[in-house]
């Protein structure tokens, strides 16, 4: 019987270290910042607004089966920002006015991914970098509008990590998000953009990374 159960914690433990080769989850948490040009001819005040809807809030979670140093899953990528402020326009008389105005934005990203990494090297040191390609889809609304879209896109990434332990790594993730849209949705009705009237949805992103392997 002593011997049985000794056979069985082997096995059971073998078992485990193999799942523990397997798996890779990968959450993280920062800020991103988008890099398309804002348009010319705005005011102060439509600069200043549409600034703050450039920086906002990144999260990411990827899940990964490893294949040695390289892992094939799926990644999930989600921005969002808000901007308030006072716009000035014209009344019917041709008065200046100024309006409260309040936007929300949401990018979000998913798709198949390819992880590479040093995870099963024998050191605490370790490099990850990944690339994923998807759909993106980016909604905003200001007041009652709200408009949809979705287009092709890729995202790269690629970070640092110190081994904490043998299944739990951390550290600064570095990331590229890229995409176009030719035409949006604004409250049901489509309209299509003009060259050089496309929303570009490209941002840069810097995180906090976590590698649970399993």
Sequence with gaps: MIKKLILLGAISGSLLSFAQEKITIMPAVGFGW???????????????YIK???????F???????????????????????????????N???????????????ITFFGPSVMFSNHTQPT?????????????????????????????????????QYAVTKNLMIGPKFGA??????????????????NDQKEGLTRVSLSAVAAFRF
Excluded at 92 to 106: F, L, P, R
């Design 124 to 160: 605490k040191h370790k490099f990850a970098a990944d690339a994923s390609m998807g759909v993106i889809s980016y909604t905003t609304k200001t007041g009652s509008v709200k408009a949809t879209g979705s287009t092709f896109g890729i995202e790269v990434g690629a970070g640092y």
């Design 52 to 58: 703050g809807l450039k920086s906002g809030v990144n």
């Design 177 to 194: 998000t890229a995409g176009t849209l030719s035409k949006m949705s604004y409250n049901g009705q489509t309209v299509n953009f003009g």
């Design 34 to 48: 988008r890099v398309a040009e804002t348009a010319s001819g705005l005011s102060r005040e439509e600069k200043d």
């Design 60 to 90: 990411e979670m990827a899940a990964y089966y490893n294949v040695k140093h390289i892992g094939i899953g799926a990644k999930f990528s989600n921005y969002s920002a808000s901007s308030s402020g006072l716009l000035r326009g014209n």
């Design 92 to 106: 019917m008389n041709g008065q200046t006015v100024y309006v409260s105005v309040n936007t929300k934005d949401n």
